[in-house]
């Protein structure tokens, strides 16, 4: 710990996926400490409180909480992290809605759009020039398309590369969960290359396909970001992703929680 030095205000944020609890602390816009943890098994209000506050401590860093920021696609998670934030922290944590982030949503159902998409859409029309698409790659493979005027236009859903390998091996008796990596080879000389081969290519295809569709139905040269898990590995092997941010979404919720009314 610094001795002698005045706790900084800094803004907590968290990002509750499926797999795993994405968190971050800002002092400002600036990042000075990130965190994963698993979503399962589900924790208690007491034990998100001392995992946080241990994380935080042992950090090294004087920090005093003073805003916190949560989205979530896992409402079972949010309740018990957002009372142990308010208990631990003393902090109100507030949740995004829709309607306040400052981004047109110009979708049918504004509010079926998940948090954390929002989230990415509000930190690459803060961070990139527009038009642009973000790719999220959870759970869930997300591409949401920003307009050149920071408008959310709508997007695209398709599995993610974990849900398609674990669905291929529940439904099929002799096949089995691998790795997601490059192949040596197009051409799997075994089971287990086979399967990675054909889980590696299928999803750089459908990304490169989706993004062509897009660019196609705007007419226009569009910058696109990738995030999320295997972001990086197919950010460095598909030629029409231009940038990776790996913590887009916490950016996101920090500028979203930094213009949020101060009230609980």
């Known amino acids: 710990m610094y001795q002698g030095k005045v706790p900084k205000d800094m803004n907590l944020v968290a990002d509750v996926g499926n ?25 208690e209000l007491d034990e998100w409180g001392i995992l946080l506050s241990s994380w935080i401590g042992e950090s090294g860093r004087e920090i005093k909480i003073s805003k916190a ?26 949740e995004i809605e829709a309607e306040k982030v400052g981004i047109p949503l110009l979708c049918d159902n504004p509010w079926e759009v998940g948090a954390d998409r929002i989230a990415n859409v509000v ?13 999220d790659f959870g759970t869930a493979t997300t591409f949401d398309v920003i307009s050149e005027k920071g408008e959310y236009l709508g997007g695209v859903i398709a599995p993610g590369v974990r849900t398609a390998m674990e669905s291929l091996a529940e439904k099929t008796e002799a096949l089995f969960p691998v790795d997601f990596k490059k192949p040596a080879s197009v051409i799997g000389k075994n089971t287990k290359d086979g399967l990675r081969a054909g889980l590696f290519y299928q ?19 569009v910058k696109v970001i990738a995030t999320g898990g295997i972001g990086l590995l197919l950010g460095e092997e598909c030629a029409e992703i231009d940038e990776i941010d790996p913590v887009l979404t916490l950016e996101g919720l920090n500028f979203i929680v930094e213009k949020w009314p101060d009230r609980s």
């Open 19 to 43: 797999t795993v609890v994405k968190t971050g602390v800002f002092e400002k816009r600036n990042l000075v400490l990130t965190g994963e943890f698993a979503t399962q098994p589900r924790k």
């Open 69 to 94: 920021m949560i989205c979530s696609v896992v409402t079972s998670v949010v309740s018990p992290l957002k009372k142990a934030i308010e208990k631990y922290f003393r902090v109100p944590a507030f």
């Open 123 to 135: 930190a690459a029309a803060q961070l990139y020039k527009l038009p642009a698409i973000v790719i």
């Open 203 to 221: 999803c750089l295809g459908g990304v490169r396909e989706i993004i062509r569709g897009i660019k196609k139905e705007l007419g226009k040269e």
